[in-house]
């Protein structure tokens, strides 16, 4: 595992998604009631912009066509969306959100 920080705590609130740029990978930040989740930033059917997207249950819904992804898994859940999204293991270290990008 190689940790690298990604975002202060602070950064994302409860409920809400954010888009950042690492090592030129875009990856998209969740908080989900405190708890943090990562996937690849860019939706696998038209190359939208997941964290432009609607964040609820656990779900991220792709602005461009409102295909679903569940943002623990990847998991591709409702149409037209058929390839799951990368995900990436985060943890929290102090006031720092870490990310394993291997
Ligand atoms: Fe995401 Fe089409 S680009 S559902």
Not at 1 to 22: C, H, L, N, T
Request: aromatic share 8%.
């Amino acid at each position: 595992m190689a940790w690298k920080p990604m975002a202060r705590v602070d950064e994302v609130e409860p409920g809400e998604v954010k888009g950042y740029r690492i090592d030129t990978i875009p990856v998209a930040l969740y908080n989900l009631d405190g708890e943090f989740f990562a996937t690849h930033d860019t939706c696998t059917h038209a190359q939208a912009c997941l964290s432009d997207g609607y964040l609820e249950d656990g779900k991220i819904e792709c602005p461009l066509h409102q295909g679903l992804f569940d943002v623990r898994t990847g998991k591709a859940v409702s149409g037209p969306v058929d390839v799951d999204v990368k995900t990436f293991p985060v943890r929290v270290e102090g006031d720092e959100v870490l990310i394993d990008l291997a």
